[in-house]
C-alpha cells in the first residue's frame, strides 16, 4: 500500500477513536453523577451535617450496623446513618447531585418488624428509602417500622431498612449503577 492511500485510512480510524471516546465519556456521565468522582466532603453545621455523594458512599462501606460509626472526626448514629443512607438512595436514583443535610435525629419511640430478611427490587427500595427520610424529616426521628407500599407486606426494622440501603450503596460503589434487586 503506498503513503498516498494510507493518510485517509490512518485518518479514518482516528476519527472513529475519537467518537469512540466521546461516546462512552458521554455514556459515563450520563449514568454517573458528576459529583460522584469528587473527593469525599462532610462538614459541620449549626444544626448538624452536611455530606456529598462520595462521603455517603464512604460511609456505607464503613457502617458495620452495630450503631454509631467514626467518619473523618464526626460520630454518625444510626438513626442519622439511616437518613444519609436513604437519602443518598434516592439522589442515585433521580440522577442528583449536591449535599445532604442530615440532622440530628432520635430512634425509634418503638420499633418493630416482622421481617428478618427481604429481597427487594430496585423501585420497591427507592420508593421505601425515600418515604423513610421524607418521614424522618417531618417528624426529626427514625420510624418505629418501615413498609414496602405493596398492600399486605409486613413491616421491616429501622435497622434493616439501614442495612438495605447500606447494601445498594456499596453495591453502587462497585459497580457505578443500582442493583435492580437486593436480599438482606
Request: glycine share 8%; no cysteine; hydrophobic share 40%.
Amino acid at each position: 500500500m503506498d503513503s498516498d492511500r494510507m493518510i485517509p485510512v490512518i485518518a479514518a480510524v482516528m476519527v472513529a477513536l475519537l467518537l469512540t471516546a466521546g461516546a462512552l465519556q458521554l455514556l459515563r456521565g450520563s449514568s454517573v453523577p458528576e459529583d460522584k468522582d469528587e473527593a469525599a466532603t462532610v462538614e459541620k453545621t449549626s444544626d448538624g451535617y452536611q455530606l456529598n455523594l462520595q462521603a455517603v458512599l464512604e460511609l456505607a462501606e464503613m457502617d458495620s450496623g452495630n450503631g454509631t460509626v467514626e467518619y473523618r472526626g464526626f460520630n454518625f448514629t444510626g438513626p442519622q446513618l439511616l437518613y444519609i443512607f436513604a437519602r443518598g438512595v434516592v439522589m442515585l436514583e433521580l440522577n442528583e447531585t449536591g449535599k445532604i443535610h442530615v440532622g440530628e435525629y432520635s430512634g425509634p419511640e418503638d420499633p418493630y418488624g416482622f421481617m428478618d430478611t427481604v429481597t427487594l427490587t430496585r423501585s420497591e427500595y427507592t420508593d421505601m428509602a425515600e418515604r423513610t427520610y421524607t418521614w424522618m424529616d417531618a417528624n426529626g426521628r427514625s420510624p418505629n417500622h418501615v413498609g414496602i407500599y405493596v398492600e399486605g407486606s409486613p413491616d421491616i426494622t429501622p435497622s434493616l431498612a439501614r442495612k438495605i440501603f447500606r447494601q445498594v450503596l456499596v453495591e453502587y460503589r462497585r459497580t457505578g449503577t443500582l442493583p435492580e434487586v437486593v436480599s438482606a
